[in-house]
């Protein structure tokens, strides 16, 4: 029996179109426009000005707390233009615009494909190492990872949990990641554990994806690491859900982190950049991201530079379908619809889907029938029905009470309902309003 | 160009593609054997009941949808034809066409467009209806015409014979062939007596995902207990545990009526309790109600307890600790 986490879960159609295909890289676009908030917390403070040349990998914007993160240029050439503009999460935000000239890296970067398998820093260098890189979970949570990695004094790591899921529908990033660059990954395993004191390491990779658990399985048998196939199901990408199905704890409701039960969790994007950060030292500019859909000419996992604008991804896959009716920066059960396709792929950019006009349409909402499937859909136990009558009746204390905060708004709930209610957007509205009131009561 | 024609629209962007619609098409498909099974025993009986039923519950539901709300129409979405089967399979298969039809407007009329149409019913439409029914035309509704296949002459005739429940509540132990009441052929309302076709059933809802097994295990598994007790104390005076599921209407009930999941609780657990309340007071009924059967009774008992239950029942919190740590006031 393959394990997962036991509660709730949803089985959507996977249709992971892309997974065949290698990594590639395609022509840099003429602009990119970088945002400087990428990540969760404090937007970085822009150091460059209108009209400064930048080199690839260069710092343009700089950390500004803790939790936080640089962001590097991941182009060469002249910066146009700063300001604010919708950029990719759907509202203004600082951007730095940076015309595109030849492709210039900084010579501190190690560019060659050798695999480097010595840990040389300390722990201490390594966070310093990680944070000045500005590595930030690429899962799609885009958490700074120089802060997971600091374990607060008096916990003690037992567990590293690296998450090779991909749980969403459609993206195969990881998948080929894991397939590309699997000694890297290990080596970026080691390097975690080293900054960590992890005791062991685990790397959860779910059933659907054979031909990787099979390689990562052989290579892991060097380092000492443990590969756990996981059976199918969503939500198991969710931190909580991978720390349950893998080393069977449960994190208590927030503010408790996965510390709190001695797990630190990374992604295996985010480890392939700890390891390119650590031993090539090279900052997180460029990542993968799939480009795919039901229409769509000829998917592509690409290794694009942050700022590249969605369209120029888009055109490389064979141009947006005929048929399209939206477009997601993300998977399809937690990604965001973006309104135009001159925002950019971003740090936490995992994939660019898009959907047909059929897809795109909502179902017509209809009455609840208290059919209680939301109930076992949800992942966190919660009851999404009673949560949802809450938020439209604006009982905030109620929602509070019901546990709200606990919602991790995987959409589980959404996509079961057969009334086609949108039970995740009013649990959101409702999650939203009590963080809103809880704060100025502070 | 095709930029200006994209939708926004918060995650998930997908769906699992079930609908309230296929979900009330698939019961009426689960129906159909016990349906099919009506048809041998009763003829065309079998057929006029349950078609001026659903036809019932459809107009009404369409007449006061279009007349007295002035909204929408939704007697397509199929909860109306699943309360005209339910009703039609609770009555006898000579009933007059007049009483089935006050039965529909009670069911749909009261039991349902009253509370604010599908999805906020607390009782179950179809056994509102035949409680009616059964109060109102007592004499009409406990007269069964007895199975006759199709081709037998006799069909024609009326000819009406006791249930067994009917016969252990006046007392008396009669020697069923369980085979016999296994495939239906035995007294009673129209779509309750065939064990095996409800069976099938009642799989194919469990395949469909339509139910879940919690209610009917904790429904029969409660009747069986309990009458097993019964009957290991005095077997000479109570019936046996297989008797007590396949008579009656414990299977159509407990698979079909009891399961709505408008009127059942939300969590398994919450099932379960429900269940096991529905199975108790069925039997209690039975043994010592001057009603030979309880099980719509039991159900609508077990209907009005549903939101308490539902706030007893709750899911476990993922990470919740069994007693949480108070926080200390400071002073």
């Known amino acids: ?442 | 160009m095709a930029e200006n024609r994209l939708a926004i629209a918060m995650s998930p962007h997908v769906h699992s593609n079930e609908s309230v619609k296929k979900i009330m098409y698939s019961v009426v498909i689960a129906l159909l054997p016990a349906f099919c099974v009506s048809v041998y025993f009763f003829g065309l009986n079998a057929i006029r009941v349950t078609l001026i039923s659903i036809v019932a519950c459809m107009a009404v539901e369409w007449l006061i949808q279009k007349f007295l709300l002035k909204g929408k129409t939704t007697i397509f979405d199929g909860s109306a034809i699943v309360t005209g089967m339910l009703l039609a399979f609770n009555v006898p298969a000579n009933l007059d066409w007049w009483i089935i039809v006050i039965g529909a407007i009670v069911a749909i009329g009261i039991a349902k467009m009253t509370f604010g149409g599908l999805g906020n019913n607390p009782f179950n439409p179809a056994i509102v209806g035949r409680v009616f029914l059964l109060i109102s035309f007592p004499s009409q509704m406990t007269t069964w015409p007895t199975p006759q296949p199709i081709w037998d002459i006799k069909a024609l005739d009326a000819v009406t014979g006791p249930t067994p429940l009917g016969l252990l509540n006046e007392g008396q132990m009669v020697d069923y062939n369980y085979m016999d009441m296994f495939i239906g052929n035995m007294g009673g309302s129209l779509g309750e007596m065939s064990a095996i076709a409800l069976l099938i059933g009642g799989i194919f809802l469990l395949i469909r995902k339509v139910i879940t097994w919690h209610i009917p295990v904790a429904v029969l598994g409660t009747m069986a207990a309990f009458s097993a007790i019964l009957w290991g104390v005095d077997p000479t005076k109570y019936a046996d545990p297989l008797f007590h599921i396949l008579a009656g209407g414990a299977l159509l009930g407990a698979i079909y009526m009891a399961t709505d999941m408008v009127t059942s609780p939300m969590t398994g657990k919450g099932m379960l309790v429900y269940g096991v309340g529905i199975g108790i007071i069925t039997i209690l009924i039975r043994t010592w109600g001057s009603y030979p059967e309880g099980m719509s009774f039991a159900i609508l008992i077990m209907n009005a307890l549903v939101p308490l239950i539902n706030n007893w029942c709750k899911p476990k919190r993922f990470g919740e600790v069994v007693k949480p740590p108070k926080e200390e006031v400071k002073k």
């Open chain 1, 1 to 442: 029996m393959l394990r997962t986490f036991p509660k709730g879960g949803v089985h959507p159609q996977e249709n992971k179109i892309s997974k065949g295909n290698p990594i590639e890289r395609i022509e840099l676009p003429k602009q990119v426009m970088i945002p400087i908030a990428q990540h969760i917390g404090a937007p970085a403070e822009p150091v460059v000005a209108k009209g400064d040349t930048v080199k690839v990998g260069q710092l343009i914007a700089k950390s500004t707390g803790f939790v936080s993160a640089n962001i590097h240029s991941s182009v060469s050439g002249t910066v146009a233009k700063i300001e604010k503009t919708i950029d990719t999460s759907g509202y203004k935000n600082t951007c730095i615009f940076i015309n595109v000239e030849g492709d210039e890296w900084l010579e501190t970067i190690d560019r060659t494909p050798d695999l480097k398998t010595e840990i040389t820093m300390s722990a201490e260098e390594i966070r310093a190492k990680i944070a000045e890189c500005g590595i930030v979970g690429t899962g799609g949570a885009t958490f700074p990872a120089h802060v997971k990695l600091s374990v607060p004094q008096g916990k003690k790591c037992e567990h590293l949990i690296i998450n090779g899921v991909e749980c969403e529908p459609y993206l195969t990033a990881d998948h080929r990641l894991m397939l590309e660059h699997t000694e890297e990954i290990m080596v970026g395993c080691k390097i975690i554990q080293k900054a960590t004191g992890a005791e062991k390491i685990i790397i959860g990779i779910e059933n659907n994806k054979p031909d990787a658990i099979a390689k990562m399985t052989e290579a892991a048998k060097k380092y000492g690491i443990t590969v756990m196939p996981l059976k199918v199901k969503y939500p198991q990408g969710g931190e909580k859900q991978l720390i349950k199905a893998t080393v069977n704890r449960e994190i208590p409701a927030p503010p408790a982190l996965p510390i709190d039960v001695g797990c630190v969790v990374q992604n295996v994007g985010s480890t392939f950049a700890i390891y390119e950060a650590v031993q090539k030292n090279k900052p997180l500019f460029e990542r993968v991201v799939t480009v795919t859909g039901k229409s769509v000419k000829s998917p592509k996992n690409i290794l694009a530079r942050v700022g590249t604008p969605l369209s120029h991804l888009i055109a490389a896959v064979g141009g947006l379908p005929e048929d399209t009716g939206k477009v997601v920066n993300g998977g399809p059960m937690m990604g965001k619809a973006v309104k135009s396709l001159e925002v950019p792929v971003t740090k936490g950019t995992s994939g660019v889907l898009m959907f047909k006009q059929s897809e795109s349409v909502r179902m017509e909402e209809n009455a609840c029938i208290r059919c209680g499937k939301c109930v076992s859909a949800c992942c966190m136990g919660l009851e999404p029905y009673l949560l949802k009558n809450l938020a439209k009746i604006r009982d905030f204390d109620a929602l509070k009470e019901e546990r709200v905060l606990d919602c991790i708004e995987c959409g589980s709930c959404s996509f079961t309902c057969p009334a086609g209610i949108p039970i995740t957007d009013y649990i959101r509205y409702g999650k939203a309003t009590v963080t809103k009131i809880l704060r100025s009561k502070k």
